[in-house]
Each structure stands twice: as structure tokens, then as C-alpha cells.
């Protein structure tokens, strides 16, 4: 590249990254805060400006790779949502606490990441947390202290509910002793946030390819949902935006009808149809037993069930939802057939994906208070095999990064994918 085209590059993405941060302090300024507690669609949500997009944007530009330098420009222009993993409690109080004043001067809110839960992931990919209950909990409350009253939207524990220590391999958990903790430590978590903080709270819920609608939905209760604001789709996953609200307003449903339904529904989630029923088939809510969940088309079923038996029950009684868009654009990868014998991992770093819906607040979906990128986008999912027996990942011939770890080569290919496509002209709806 000649000087003078890489100057004009380099000026391109330092404007933008500097509209990028202009916009961020000055425009949300006119805009009302929300209500303590929830997320309106005039909430607008905190862009770091020192993210690992702005940052691979200008190591692109001195690299020669202008496009793949633009792209991650715009990709520094919106939100995503910060990950705390673990550390001591007084490390994680205070990236909390500088995380929520410096979104406080912006006029943003910021959007959080607890993942520190123990037994993390099943000991898999992105294994750790906290030591145990007592000091899971210790560090919740120094997370929460850095909150304090200032505005945050938190995502509890991602994968915490659909993988419990119940359903990890192994037969880890034969008493039901870890699974009891666990879900002991969620509703504590949701109570210390909700009792203690001014943040909006969601307790993660899978996606709709994971958990049966009655499954899931007992989770959730179980863990205290109903003193949070709602529940997340989603995260890290690519299930189109479209099937993921269907799914989650079917668990909203489900809710209700095990909560605030008919007396002989209260407390029976396991009743509610899921997006594996089918009439012909048994309905105990696993997919051996019905349709497919993988084939919408037959969700029509479980459509009629809820009309049926739930109705129509106004928004302000069904519990709400946020979905992660981060890498649905594309939706979920499908390998060519016969290439694998054994699981492909689709979930797991697949190729060809795409950036999905922008952030925002301002959904039109009445139950779904908003679209977030919660996973950060170009960071990897793991050391995927694809059950090959080889430490290579056969789509991309190499060892994947450790989960979490910084991937430049996905965070241009998402971008590059992003439906719809990425604009400087998207930064207005910021």
C-alpha cells in the first residue's frame, strides 16, 4: 500500500472511530434515562470505545487490509456487552464499577456478563468459575457493589440453566447436590442484583435447539426468574432471530401458565407443549418422542397447543426476553452431508457465519426488550474438532484459539457476512 492511500485509510477509520465516540457522549443526552428495572426502546446501550474491534481496526489499516480496517470500524461502533469471568471479588467490584461510571458519563447503559458460576460449562471449553457456592457468592456481592445505583443491564451465567451439573457428562452430580447449588446460587444472584443494585437482569435461558419449553421454563423458576426482569436467548449461538422469539414467547407463555394459569396448570410446566410436540406423539418433552425441533415448519403444533390452553395474555403479564444477535445472521451452519460421522459441533466456531441484527431496544417484538450483542464478536468458541480424534479443525485446518481468545481472522469473516450488511450509515440508530 502507498503512504498516501494508507494516511487516507487510517484518517477514514479514525474519523469514524472518533464519530463513533462523539455520538456515544453527545446523542443519548436528550434521551430519557429508563425505569429502575427495565429496559424501554428509548434505552440506549454503552459502546466502549476502546473495544478489541477499534483496536484490530487500526493494527488492519497498518497491515495493508483496508476493508477488513473498515469493517472492524463499524463494528467498534456498536455495543457489546462486557464479559466478567472471574478474578478476586475485589478485582471484579472494581472493573464493574469503572465499566458503569465511564457508560454513566456517556449517558449509556452498559451491558454485563457474569460468568463465573462453579462448574462452569461442564469443565468443557470454557471451564472455571468459582471455587465454590460460598465463594461465588462473595464475588456476586463485589459485583453488585460496583453496580450500586448506577444503570446496568446484567446477563447471569450463560449456559448456567440448560447445562446443569445434572447434564454433564460423566454422572457428575448422581445425588442432585451440585445441581441444588447451583440453581441455589442463581436465585441468590438474581436477588442480590435485583434487592441491592438499580440493574435490569436476565437469567440465561439456552436457545431454542437446547431445552424443551417446559424444561427450561422449570429452570427458570427454579432459579428465581420470576424476581429478575426476564430471561436471554441465544448467547454465543446462531439460531435465526426469528425462531428464537417464537421459542421464547412460547417459554413466556409456559410461564404463566404454570404460575398464573388455571389452578390445575400452577406448577406444572412439564404440561406445556414444546418445539418438539407433535399430536401424534407422547409429549414428555424430549425429541425422541416427537418432530424435530430443527424443522419449524411443524411448530405450528405447538402454536395451537398454546392457543388452546394459554390465549392471549397481555405483554405486561408474560415475562420478557433479550436475544443475543451477535453471529445469527446467517443462522445455523449446516455441514455438507456425510462429512462428519460423529458431531460436527455446529455450535462451535462453524464457518461462514455472520454478524445479525443491530443492537438495539427498540425491537417491535412486544415480549423481546431488546437485541444485544452479548458475545463478543471474533472471539473464539474453543478448540473445536468436529470429533475427529485430531486437535486440527478440519473446516479451517488449524487449532482453533482457546475459548474467549481474540480471532481476527472470525471477527472479519462476521463482519464481513453481517446480515444486514454493515454501514457507517447504521451508526445513526446507535
Excluded at 388452546?308 to 445472521?329: M, W
Aim: proline share 7%.
Amino acid at each position: 500500500m502507498k503512504p498516501r492511500t494508507f494516511r487516507r485509510s487510517t484518517a477514514i477509520v479514525t474519523a469514524a472511530l472518533t464519530a463513533c465516540a462523539a455520538l456515544t457522549a453527545t446523542q443519548a443526552q436528550a434521551v430519557p434515562a429508563p425505569a429502575r428495572g427495565h429496559v424501554t426502546p428509548a434505552t440506549k446501550f454503552y459502546v466502549d470505545p476502546n473495544s478489541k474491534a477499534a483496536r484490530q481496526a487500526i493494527d488492519d489499516l497498518r497491515a495493508g487490509r483496508v476493508q477488513d480496517g473498515l469493517n472492524m470500524a463499524k463494528l467498534a461502533g456498536y455495543p457489546q456487552a462486557a464479559w466478567f469471568t472471574g478474578g478476586t471479588p475485589a478485582e471484579a467490584g472494581a472493573k464493574v464499577r469503572k465499566l458503569v461510571r465511564a457508560a454513566k458519563l456517556a449517558h449509556r447503559v452498559p451491558a454485563l456478563v457474569a460468568y463465573n458460576i462453579p462448574g462452569r460449562d461442564c469443565s468443557l471449553y470454557s471451564s472455571g468459575g468459582a471455587a465454590s457456592s460460598a465463594a461465588y457468592r462473595q464475588w456476586l456481592d463485589a459485583f453488585a457493589q460496583g453496580i450500586g445505583n448506577d444503570k446496568a443491564v446484567v446477563i447471569l451465567e450463560p449456559d448456567g440453566l440448560a447445562s446443569l451439573p445434572k447434564d454433564c457428562a460423566g454422572d457428575i452430580d448422581p445425588t442432585g447436590e451440585l445441581t441444588a447449588h447451583r440453581t441455589a446460587d442463581l436465585d441468590y444472584a438474581v436477588r442480590t442484583l435485583k434487592n441491592g443494585t438499580n440493574a435490569t437482569v436476565y437469567l440465561d435461558a439456552g436457545n431454542s435447539q437446547w431445552r424443551s419449553v417446559g424444561d427450561i421454563t422449570q429452570r427458570l423458576l427454579d432459579a428465581g426468574v420470576q424476581q429478575s426482569d426476564g430471561f436471554v436467548l441465544n448467547i454465543s449461538n446462531y439460531q435465526p432471530t426469528d425462531e428464537t422469539s417464537h421459542y421464547g414467547t412460547w417459554v413466556a407463555k409456559c410461564m404463566w401458565f404454570a404460575t398464573k394459569g388455571p389452578e390445575s396448570s400452577r406448577g406444572h410446566a412439564d404440561r406445556c407443549a414444546s418445539q418438539f410436540y407433535s399430536p401424534d406423539a407422547p409429549n414428555d418433552g424430549t425429541p425422541g418422542n416427537a418432530v424435530s425441533s430443527t424443522d419449524p415448519t411443524t411448530w405450528h403444533w405447538t402454536d395451537s397447543w398454546f392457543d388452546q390452553n394459554v390465549g392471549s395474555p397481555s405483554s405486561k403479564d408474560l415475562a420478557h426476553f433479550v436475544i443475543d444477535t451477535s453471529r445469527n445472521g446467517k443462522g445455523v451452519w449446516t455441514p455438507p452431508p456425510g462429512k462428519y460421522s460423529g458431531d460436527p459441533e455446529t455450535w462451535c466456531n462453524p464457518p461462514g457465519r455472520g454478524m445479525g441484527p443491530r443492537p438495539t431496544s427498540d425491537t417491535g417484538v412486544p415480549l423481546v426488550d431488546a437485541y444485544l450483542y452479548v458475545k463478543t464478536i471474533g472471539e473464539s468458541d474453543g478448540s473445536c474438532t468436529r470429533n475427529t480424534g485430531s486437535t486440527i479443525d478440519p473446516e479451517y485446518g488449524i487449532v482453533d484459539p482457546a475459548a474467549g481468545a481474540w480471532w481476527p481472522e472470525q471477527a472479519h469473516e462476521l463482519a464481513r457476512n453481517a446480515e444486514p450488511r454493515l454501514t457507517l450509515n447504521h451508526w445513526s440508530g446507535l
